[in-house]
């Protein structure tokens, strides 16, 4: 079960604990989920960065990324789209919640 009160550094959680949507994550765990993502051939739809206050995430409006529907059968560059996004934003905001598609 995901511990909503902490950010996870660790990208494997994200995996074992069914994370996506609700797993708050640093930026280099971001990152690690959207690569492992890409190698498990799972899109990465949606990125939303904040603020973390230990506990607490607060969700930012001007830091959220979405899947590019026109990148819908290139998941590689869709999800490097993804990793940029993050990198881009690591300086603003400490905390990020990655949403995938269901993994069956």
Same mark, same amino acid.
């Given at each position: 079960?995901? &511990?909503?009160?902490?950010?996870?550094? &660790?990208?494997?959680?994200?995996?074992?604990?069914?994370?996506?949507?609700?797993?708050?994550?640093?930026?280099?765990?971001?990152?690690?989920?959207?690569?492992?993502?890409?190698?498990?051939?799972?899109?990465?739809?949606?990125?939303?960065?904040?603020?973390?206050?230990?506990?607490?995430?607060?969700?930012?409006?001007?830091?959220?990324? &979405?899947?590019? &529907?026109?990148?819908?059968?290139?998941?590689?560059?869709?999800?490097?789209?993804?990793?940029?996004?993050?990198?881009?934003?690591?300086?603003?905001?400490?905390?990020?919640?990655?949403?995938?598609?269901?993994?069956?």
């Amino acid at each position: 079960m995901v &511990d909503r009160s902490i950010v996870y550094k &660790d990208a494997e959680l994200f995996f074992k604990l069914n994370g996506t949507s609700v797993m708050k994550l640093t930026a280099n765990a971001a990152v690690n989920v959207c690569q492992l993502a890409t190698k498990q051939n799972i899109r990465v739809n949606r990125i939303e960065g904040g603020i973390w206050h230990s506990p607490g995430f607060e969700s930012r409006l001007d830091c959220i990324w &979405d899947a590019k &529907d026109w990148l819908k059968g290139n998941g590689l560059k869709n999800n490097m789209l993804a990793i940029e996004f993050i990198r881009e934003e690591a300086t603003n905001h400490q905390a990020f919640i990655v949403s995938i598609e269901k993994v069956t």
